[in-house]
């Protein structure tokens, strides 16, 4: 999936037992910066929102495509996006944690998880950002890391 600006939401089942407290929730994906064709250069603040609660951003530094991605079809033409970085952002009870970076004092209470059926994960460029360069989310037969998306939640 590919944009210039904007965000996408994802939506995941909040298995959460009604008895238990959240710790951490952590999400992962492969992601870079998004420019025409490819641009590598080409910062991008990408920031994540869980149920509507702004988390962290993350700046890319590029958009990778001057090499094939280990995963990306042979069917995807050279000179697009090939491949991202893995992030992690990380939501734990003493802040928001990017690639295990501090980079928020938001937790995991300000979440509200245990009001929802669902997590709402959202991932863009704000419109005020300093580089708003879009964003490529590669799942796992695209990119170097044969993963899709994933949410883990850690709950006592």
């Known amino acids: 999936l590919w944009t210039s600006k904007g965000y996408v939401k994802y939506r995941f089942a909040n298995l959460l037992p009604k008895d238990r407290i959240p710790m951490s929730i952590t999400f992962s994906m492969e992601i870079c910066s998004e420019a025409p064709g490819y641009r590598e250069g080409w910062k991008s ?4 929102w869980v149920n509507d609660v702004e988390c962290a951003t993350w700046t890319s530094t590029d958009d990778f ?53 669902f997590i709402q994960m959202t991932i863009g460029n704000k419109e005020d950002a300093r580089y708003v360069g879009g964003f490529n989310l590669f799942g796992k037969t695209f990119g170097n890391y044969e993963q899709d998306i994933l949410m883990e939640l850690e709950y006592r």
């Open 45 to 48: 603040d990408i920031t994540m």
């Open 65 to 117: 495509g001057s090499r094939r991605g280990r995963y990306t079809p042979a069917f995807w033409p050279a000179g697009s996006s090939q491949y991202g970085i893995l992030v992690t952002w990380e939501i734990k009870t003493d802040g928001t944690y990017v690639n295990h970076n501090k980079a928020s004092d938001i937790t995991i209470s300000d979440l509200g998880l245990e009001r929802n059926p």
